[in-house]
């Protein structure tokens, strides 16, 4: 079936370093979803990528859908210790049909971020 | 406007009770979706529902059942609990449409059982 895969897993980094989650998946997706959830929080929908290429910016974040709409990346530049958390993406579950909104969450890369 | 609401929001239970997850939406959501949150494993859908009366399996079904008898609610329930079921467990809600839509996420339910 349909994996998505985040790289990696843990990332922890010293305030105003960069910061790089990366998504990939096991079939073509027509879109890609990102969310953040802080501890102990709930997920919260960022963006979402459709175009093969795509670049969006949110102030520092920087997210991109690869050519082959088959990876993505979230790049956060001087990292805060407000962008602490878990960082998602999510591709479509099609299986072949549509996917009625049902999403394939990657495991997520958890951000810690020390003053 | 409260979003996307879920009852309640911890749990602890013996193995074997059964109990039911309430989660209710105010955004007239078509699509609602039952996750369960484990470490490591990201999110993973248990079941879903494209509208009311009508509900459907996701990724990891078994154990569970659910209905949404009303647009706005979509139940969650556990006949039978057993410690592998302890986890977070996150309702969420979109529009309904050809390409996917954010989803909204509730608070989640933190249930253990014993």
């Known amino acids: 079936g349909q994996q998505v895969m985040q790289i990696p897993q843990y990332q922890h980094v010293q305030e105003g370093e960069d910061f790089t989650t990366y998504c990939n998946s096991s079939t073509t997706l027509s879109n890609i979803q990102w969310y953040k959830q802080r501890p102990g929080g709930h997920p919260v929908f960022l963006i979402q990528?459709?175009?093969?290429?795509e670049v969006k910016k949110q102030k520092r974040l920087t997210f991109q859908f690869g050519e082959a709409k088959k990876n993505s990346s979230l790049h956060i530049t001087a990292t805060q210790t407000t962008d602490v958390g878990t960082y998602f993406c999510a591709g479509p579950r099609n299986a072949g049909g549509t996917s009625y909104g049902k999403l394939t969450f990657g495991q997520g890369t958890i951000l810690t971020v020390h003053p | 406007n409260a979003g996307v609401t879920q009852t309640p929001k911890f749990r602890v239970l013996k193995t074997g009770q059964s109990m039911t997850l309430l989660c209710a939406q105010d955004m007239n959501h078509e699509y609602m979706y039952w996750y369960r949150q484990d470490p490591g494993m990201g999110l993973r859908l248990i079941h879903y529902?494209?509208?009311?009366?009508?509900?459907a399996k996701g990724e990891v079904p078994d154990g569970y059942n659910v209905s949404r008898l009303k647009k706005q609610n979509f139940l969650l329930g556990l006949e039978s609990a057993a410690p592998s079921q302890t986890s977070v467990y996150f309702c969420a809600s979109s529009y309904s449409s050809f390409h996917n839509q954010p989803q909204h996420f509730g608070d989640g339910t933190r249930l253990s059982i014993l």
């Open positions: 529902s494209v509208g009311e009366g009508t509900t």
């Open positions: 990528l459709v175009k093969s290429g």
